[in-house]
């Protein structure tokens, strides 16, 4: 998709419904309401508390920028002289200026002179004006500011993502990276006007995470919440069960041999005595990287600490977190938990968008419970794993109950 934007130039009115559609079906995909959901929410990375789906247009807008700034900025002296030159007669045609400097191309591109579009045509840098246009002038658009101005004697790219940002200037000197700076620009914008102009919308978002408002949930919120945690933990203790450590001793929520009363989800002794694994399961709410950072780190430091006397008696102690977001957000870090709990890199790959979609699914009914308190009856699952009614599965092998539960 990237190299067909590169290379052509579809109208602004056909992209703006493709990434529409787009928008409206990964929403529908997701079970998030279509009208009143942010779609901020799904063009933000996942490492942001996003989706990761890009729009296709700001796509598009943004790679033919980049396509055509590698060409006046060409090492090839032949095709720098020819867009450079193509360029001071179309800003010349429109703008009605004789001799176009550097300064009025620029302005030209940006905008910023008024323009007779008929003297010269559609051509190549009419849609230049239209990206400037499309990224930063219009109501929808995610960019404060977006320009072409002059630096050193050649044109660069100035953007600003928010009002009281910074301002940054992109030379030839970043040609190699430019699109993924273009797009880190975009992602900072779209994460400001999530997290501060769009606080109504985004409450869908939030109330599905916010697990504040589960325990003052009259509806029994705070009973979904642990479903969805608890679904978590039996897709990863079937995991375990047919690993490399399954003939490990493996204990599911309950309190280990020690002084404290703590009960990691998940104890493994190796056979030996001489290993234990602690593993704690946990669905953050997603707030950006730093949210799911801390979620990790938490774990780490709580049974760390609590279980530091095994060390005492030669034991070796590894505190594993599992960390997955409130919206099926994967930690990456998680993977290599699964790992060292015995599971094989090639089933983690095919569990992850298993486990991530049983999240979002849970998410979901907490959301409509919240909302509908009551009347609302879960809706049967169409992605994910589903774990036992009973809490049995935490005691019992797992593989002795698959035959009479609906899984």
């Given at each position: 998709m990237s190299y067909m934007y590169a290379n052509s130039v579809p109208k602004l009115t056909e992209?703006?419904?493709?990434?529409?559609?787009?928008?409206?079906?990964?929403?529908?995909?997701h079970g998030i309401p279509v009208k009143g959901s942010p779609v901020e929410y799904v063009q933000l990375p996942v490492g942001k508390g996003g989706l990761g789906i890009a729009c296709p247009k700001i796509t598009a807008l943004i790679t033919y920028l980049v396509s055509m700034m590698k060409k006046l900025w060409s090492k090839d002296r032949y095709i720098e002289k020819l867009f450079s030159e193509y360029l001071k007669k179309?800003?010349?045609?429109?703008?009605?200026?004789?001799?176009?400097?550097?300064?009025?191309?620029?302005?030209?591109?940006?905008?910023?002179?008024?323009?007779?579009?008929?003297?010269?045509?559609?051509?190549?840098f009419t849609r230049v004006r239209e990206v400037c246009r499309g990224?930063?002038?219009?109501?929808?658009?995610?960019?404060?500011?977006?320009?072409?101005?002059?630096?050193?004697?050649?044109?660069?790219?100035?953007?600003?993502?928010?009002?009281d940002g910074k301002e940054k200037i992109f030379t030839e000197e970043r040609v190699k990276n430019l699109q993924a700076l273009?797009?880190?620009?975009?992602?900072?914008?779209?994460?400001?006007?999530?997290?501060?102009?769009?606080?109504?919308?985004?409450?869908?978002?939030?109330?599905?995470?916010?697990?504040s408002q589960c325990n003052n949930c009259?509806?029994?919120?705070?009973?979904?919440?642990?479903?969805?945690?608890?679904?978590?933990?039996?897709?990863?203790?079937?995991?375990?069960?047919?690993?490399?450590?399954?003939?490990?001793?493996l204990l599911i929520d309950e309190e280990p041999p020690g002084p404290n009363r703590l009960r990691p989800d998940i104890y493994m002794k190796s056979p030996d005595g001489k290993q234990i694994?602690?593993?704690?399961?946990?669905?953050?709410?997603?707030?950006?990287?730093?949210?799911?950072?801390r979620?990790?780190?938490?774990?780490?430091?709580k049974y760390t600490d609590a279980f530091a006397h095994l060390k005492v008696v030669g034991a070796s102690l590894s505190v594993l977190p599992i960390v997955v977001g409130t919206l099926g957000t994967w930690w990456k870090p998680t993977s290599k938990s699964l790992e060292q709990l015995g599971i094989e890199k090639g089933v983690i790959r095919r569990a992850i968008p298993e486990i991530c979609?049983?999240?979002?699914?849970?998410?979901?009914?907490?959301?409509?419970?919240?909302?509908?308190?009551?009347?609302?009856?879960?809706?049967?699952?169409?992605?994910?794993?589903r774990k036992p009614d009973s809490t049995s599965w935490k005691k019992e092998k797992i593989v002795k109950i698959l035959s009479s539960s609906p899984i």
């Open positions: 992209l703006k419904a493709f990434a529409n559609m787009t928008m409206r079906a990964v929403k529908m995909m179309v800003a010349e045609a429109e703008t009605g200026i004789e001799d176009a400097t550097l300064e009025d191309m620029a302005e030209y591109l940006s905008n910023e002179k008024p323009v007779d579009k008929k003297a010269f045509g559609y051509n190549s990224l930063c002038g219009n109501k929808d658009s995610p960019l404060f500011k977006i320009k072409i101005v002059v630096k050193d004697g050649k044109l660069a790219i100035l953007t600003q993502a928010i009002k273009l797009k880190a620009e975009v992602t900072t914008a779209l994460l400001h006007r999530f997290n501060t102009e769009k606080p109504v919308k985004s409450e869908v978002v939030r109330v599905i995470q916010q697990y009259k509806f029994g919120m705070a009973k979904k919440i642990m479903e969805r945690h608890d679904s978590v933990l039996y897709k990863v203790k079937k995991l375990i069960e047919s690993g490399s450590k399954k003939d490990w001793e694994i602690l593993a704690d399961v946990t669905v953050p709410y997603e707030h950006g990287v730093e949210a799911m950072q979620a990790w780190d938490r774990k780490v430091e979609s049983t999240v979002l699914e849970q998410s979901k009914n907490c959301y409509w419970n919240h909302i509908y308190g009551n009347e609302y009856t879960d809706i049967p699952q169409k992605f994910g794993d």
